[in-house]
């Protein structure tokens, strides 16, 4: 089970941190991803990040301004999302998978979203 939280209403140019915390034993053997939903729009990939944390993938329009980390100790990833712009608003998810390389939009587990509104 994934729970997502830490989204809200910020202004453009500001920071926002999402968590997701998953239950299990096995999450350090997980890929972990990140996903959006703007509205109208497909769910889109953002970001994910592998089991033991070394190994991350960025969507291009967020590259050098999100960042995709994880605590395995916690049983939670993390998306840091700073220099939020408009286009960032979405309904963001997280997702679980045990493949190393599973394919983006096949991933087991999903959690509910969490939403973020970037206002201009």
């Known amino acids: 089970q994934l729970q997502a939280c830490g989204g809200g209403l910020v202004q453009a140019g500001d920071s926002l941190r999402l968590s997701c915390a998953a239950s299990?034993?096995?999450?350090?053997?997980?890929?972990m991803g990140w996903f959006r939903q703007a509205p109208g729009k497909e769910r889109e990939f953002v970001a994910h990040i592998s089991g033991t944390g070394g190994s991350t993938y960025y969507l291009d329009s967020t590259k050098g301004r999100f960042t995709i980390s994880r605590d395995n100790a916690k049983n939670t990833v993390y998306l840091q999302m700073n220099s939020l712009k408009s286009e960032d608003t979405a309904v963001y998810y997280c997702?679980?998978?045990?493949?190393?390389?599973?394919?983006?939009?096949?991933?087991?587990?999903w959690g509910q979203g969490t939403l973020v509104t970037v206002s201009s």
């Open positions: 997702a679980a998978d045990p493949r190393l390389r599973p394919p983006p939009y096949g991933y087991a587990y």
């Open positions: 299990g034993r096995t999450f350090s053997s997980y890929t």
